[in-house]
Nanobody, 118 residues
Framework: QVQLVESGGGSVQAGGSLRLSCAAS????????MGWFRQAPGNARELVAG???????NYADSVKGRFTISRDNSIDRIFLQMNSLKPEDTAVYYC????????????WGQGTQVTVSS
C-alpha cells in the first residue's frame, strides 16, 4: 500500500502564493503517477495537476500558467507551487497516487485546506 501525507496549506490573500508538499511512503515503487486534486464545498473533486514517473505533467485549464507541479528525483515527493491565487482556488487540496495496474487514482492523503481571501 501507499501512504500519502500533505503539508503546506493555509490562508492567503488574492494574488499571493502557497506551496504544497506531498510525501509518499510504503510501496512507492508501485506508483505510476501522482497528482493534486481539490474539492470545494458542494463541488466534485477535480484534478488540478498531475505528474507521472517519466516527468510528464498535465494541468486543469483553470490553473495553467499559475500553478506548477514538480517532484524530487523520485516520485516519492511532489510539490504544487501556486501563484496568483484567486478566491475560487479555495478548497481542500488532496494528493493522490495512481499505482500500476489500477484503473484510477487509488491512494489519497488526508487533505490540506487552502483559503484565498479577496
Amino acid at each position: 500500500q501507499v501512504q500519502l501525507v500533505e503539508s503546506g496549506g493555509g490562508s492567503v490573500q488574492a494574488g499571493g502564493s502557497l506551496r504544497l508538499s506531498c510525501a509518499a511512503s510504503g510501496r512507492t515503487f508501485t506508483i505510476y503517477s501522482m497528482g493534486w486534486f481539490r474539492q470545494a464545498p458542494g463541488n466534485a473533486r477535480e484534478l488540478v495537476a498531475g505528474i507521472n514517473r517519466d516527468g510528464g505533467t498535465n494541468y486543469a485549464d483553470s490553473v495553467k500558467g499559475r500553478f506548477t507541479i514538480s517532484r524530487d528525483n523520485s516520485i516519492d515527493r511532489i510539490f504544487l507551487q501556486m501563484n496568483s491565487l484567486k478566491p475560487e482556488d479555495t478548497a481542500v487540496y488532496y494528493c493522490g497516487a495512481y499505482t500500476y495496474g489500477s484503473a484510477s487514482y487509488d491512494a489519497w492523503g488526508q487533505g490540506t485546506q487552502v483559503t484565498v481571501s479577496s
